[in-house]
């Protein structure tokens, strides 16, 4: 051997820690590398993700490098895993490690400082969270008045694009004559960013803070705008009560249709895709519900995209990705909204505050002649 070469040994601790924060998860990947062939990295880049690449880093003790905060938790290569690893889970724990190692990208400790100062990811006073509704008159949530509290989430709360979806819901909300409230600037964060970079003891703190207010406010069924709360709010948070039922807002939308309460009347004469939201179609499986909502609007065509369900393409939001750079040419989404153009489409349908914001600057950038637009937009326009 060439005495120049370096001599890597097994750093058993770190090792260890990682087999402890995965449950042992990390030990049943047998290396076979189906999960870096089937991740979207490698559509636009050369170079993609491995996660056969950190495990070994971590057994040799080496730093991580910067790839391994592109991962999306998007769960498209888990669908192909013959040892059915919880690849994303494994992400997570390594960037837990990282944390752990002060490995953290510059960008992401600044987004656990803005949660933990101003219960939101956006770097916004948390006085201004209602001041997407200021017009609204939304009242305050009240178990007494309220069938369900209407979860609006950071996004929703912040971001001028998102805000718009928001108000849709409202609309549709009052077109059905749901009885609902919000937290208004009371509102507690859902921690699915933090939960997503990985810094695991911050969101059980978060989530433990969190299902406490809900308790405190006598919050039972809750409607989440973003599939991203919405999936930490049912999978991955301490009880609340016996009784509390998270869904997502697509899924109440169909209920309300399903039961007659909500009556689109004017027709769009339109065509149109839904691009399902990993979080909502891979982590919850929840691919129905938007479809029944859409397919119940009068004058909608709906055809399915080339990635569509269960083999949805991520839009590049998750996973923390909104807060990290994403050089151009290297975003999902542009390789998402030119299938949407492929198939013919005049309006690209989703339900993720993430997804709209991610779509609709890859429709500004490519200037492509297509419309995205939010499910409850796209309801509240039949009203
Ligand atoms: S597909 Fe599964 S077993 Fe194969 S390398 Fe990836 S995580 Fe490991
Ligand atoms: S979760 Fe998505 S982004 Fe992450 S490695 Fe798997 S396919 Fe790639």
């Known amino acids: 051997m060439d005495s120049q070469e370096p001599v890597f040994t097994l750093d058993d601790a770190l090792w260890e820690r990682l087999l402890e924060l995965t449950g042992g998860e990390a030990a049943r990947c047998y290396q076979c590398g189906t999960c870096t062939a089937t991740c979207p990295w490698g559509l636009v ?11 070994r880093r971590v057994q040799l003790g080496l730093e991580a490098t910067d790839a391994l ?5 998007c769960a498209q290569c888990e669908a192909y895993c013959p040892r059915g690893v919880s690849i994303a889970g494994i992400f997570r724990a390594l960037r837990e490690l990282a944390w752990e190692r002060r490995e953290a990208p510059e960008g992401l400790p600044s987004l656990l400082w803005s949660v933990f100062w101003n219960d939101n990811s956006w770097s916004q006073p948390p006085s201004q969270r209602a001041q997407w509704a200021r017009d609204l008159a939304v009242p305050l949530f009240d178990p007494t008045q309220h069938e369900l509290l209407f979860y609006v989430g950071g996004a929703a709360s912040y971001d001028n ?10 609309k549709v909300l009052r077109a059905a004559g749901v009885a609902f409230g919000i937290l208004g600037a009371d509102e507690p964060p859902s921690g699915a960013d933090v939960r997503d970079v990985g810094h695991a003891p911050f969101f059980e703190e978060l989530a433990a803070k969190t299902a406490a207010v809900f308790q405190q ?18 999978n991955h948070y301490p009880p609340v009560s016996a009784d509390f039922a998270p869904q997502h807002y697509v899924q109440f939308l169909a209920e309300l249709l399903a039961t007659g309460r909500l009556k689109p009347q004017k027709p769009l004469e339109v065509t149109l895709a839904f691009h399902d939201p990993c979080y909502l179609a891979r982590h919850n499986a929840e691919i129905a519900a938007p479809r029944q909502v859409l397919d119940a609007l009068p004058g909608v065509t709906r055809v399915e995209l080339a990635h569509s369900g269960l083999e949805t393409l991520c839009c590049g939001g998750g996973g923390g990705r909104m807060y990290l750079e994403t050089a151009a040419g290297e975003r999902f989404s542009d390789v998402r909204v030119e299938e949407a153009r492929a198939a013919g489409v005049q309006l690209l349908a989703t339900a993720c505050p993430y997804c709209i914001v991610c779509l609709e600057d890859s429709v500004k950038a490519r200037k492509l002649p ?11 326009l039949t009203l």
Do not use: M, N
């Open 45 to 55: 880049r050369d170079e993609t993700v491995s996660v056969r690449e950190f495990i």
């Open 69 to 73: 905060w592109l991962c999306t938790t």
């Open 161 to 170: 694009r998102a805000q718009k979806v928001a108000v849709a819901f409202v």
């Open 217 to 234: 406010r006598g919050v039972t069924r809750l409607v989440a705008l973003s599939p991203h709360s919405y999936d930490v709010f049912k």
């Open 370 to 380: 297509l419309v995205v637009k939010d499910v409850a937009e796209i309801v509240a």
